[in-house]
């Protein structure tokens, strides 16, 4: 079965850190670019962080950078996203989606062909 599974969600206090994983089966991750995406409560999914499939290179929302880092693990089938710093407008259910390639915007959704079920992330005192 062709799928993506995202892990690794929980409740953060600000300032603190996950790291969300996002495992592949059925399909080879490395010849695919994997979007990470993040829909919070009453607003629209908006596009986190990719990376590429050819030379892994790495996108980043605005909102995120210097504070979250995608990587990829092509042995395990498997990319992550490591957030560090977490401040609690970060609290949503975060997708890990997989497209043929970045093409010329990444944070497109509908050229992504597949979609995990999302993981839960709240960042709360």
């Known amino acids: 079965q062709v799928q993506l599974e995202e892990s690794g969600g929980g409740l953060v206090q600000p300032g603190g850190s996950l790291r969300l994983s996002c495992a592949a089966s059925?399909?080879?991750?490395?010849?695919?670019?994997i979007g990470w995406f993040r829909q919070a409560p009453g607003k629209k999914r908006e596009g986190v962080s990719c990376?590429?499939?050819?030379?892994?290179?790495?996108y980043y929302a605005d909102s995120v950078k210097g504070r979250f880092t995608i990587s990829r693990d092509n042995a395990k089938n498997t990319v992550y996203l490591q957030m560090n710093s977490l401040k609690p407008e970060a609290t949503a259910v975060y997708y890990c989606a997989s497209r043929p390639a970045v093409g010329t915007n990444w944070r497109r959704e509908y050229e992504y062909d597949k979609w995990g079920q999302g993981t839960q992330v709240t960042v709360s005192s």
């Open positions: 990376i590429s499939s050819r030379d892994s290179s790495t």
């Open positions: 059925g399909f080879p991750l490395d010849y695919y670019a």
